[in-house]
């Protein structure tokens, strides 16, 4: 069964520092893997889509890696701002019965002090 | 543009009592799915539908049920409802296969 992990599970850094969320996941063979964000009380809302077969995807200052050998992709935030705080989950689109279906990580939960 | 639309927010129940979390989407998804999120567990799958009139079990389908009467509505009904489905649900749905999810704000359900 495919494991998705996030660590760590919460990050606190200063306003305008660069920084690296982490996702790891055990089976490479996956369809695609996106980035969420989750705000206090609300849904989630899709940052950045990487399809299996592309290295990285880059919306403003957003950059999402994804590397299927090593079981692993990166979401980097540069600039941070207080308005970034927010929990972040990374999910992989895999195949399970009929559809494939997303696997979830459990998230960061990222603050920016400003 | 409303995207997806969940009713209520907020739910209280007592055990045993039934219900149902209603979800609407107005982009012509075919594609939509319940999810329960829980702490220190992610979100899990609960159940699926690929088009009207056609659902399928995901990871936790016990002691609830779906319909799919049209493309737009995609109800999740609790039978008989128990503590441990206290949790926070979110609907999805998406276009294609591969796209991005669409996500609702979540109902927060709590059993006594």
């Known amino acids: 069964k495919q494991e998705v992990t996030q660590i760590p599970a919460a990050l606190s850094v200063p306003e305008g520092e660069n920084l690296v969320l982490n996702c790891s996941f055990t089976?490479?063979?996956?369809?695609?893997l996106q980035w969420f964000r989750q705000d206090p009380g609300k849904g989630l809302t899709s940052l950045l889509l990487i399809q299996s077969s592309q290295r990285e995807q880059t919306s403003g200052r957003l950059n999402a890696s994804l590397d299927k050998s090593s079981g692993r992709s990166t979401l980097y935030i540069a600039a941070s701002q207080p308005g970034d705080s927010a929990t972040y989950l990374c999910a992989l689109l895999i195949s399970s019965g009929s559809a494939r279906q997303l696997t979830f990580g459990s998230g960061t939960q990222l603050t920016v002090l400003p | 543009n409303a995207g997806v639309t969940q009713t209520p927010k907020f739910q209280v129940l007592k055990t045993g009592q039934s219900m149902t979390l209603q979800c609407a989407q107005d982009m012509n998804h075919e594609y939509m799915s319940w999810y329960r999120q829980d702490p220190g567990m992610g979100l899990r799958l609960i159940h699926y539908s690929v088009g009207a009139g056609i659902t399928d079990q995901g990871e936790v389908p016990n002691g609830y049920n779906v319909s799919r009467s049209t493309t737009e509505d995609f109800p999740l009904r609790l039978l008989s409802a128990a503590p441990s489905q206290t949790s926070v649900y979110f609907c999805?749905?998406?276009?294609?296969?591969?796209?991005?999810?669409?996500f609702g704000n979540g109902t927060r359900l709590t059993v006594t």
């Open positions: 999805a749905s998406r276009d294609r296969e591969g796209s991005p999810l669409h």
């Open positions: 089976d490479s063979a996956i369809y695609n």
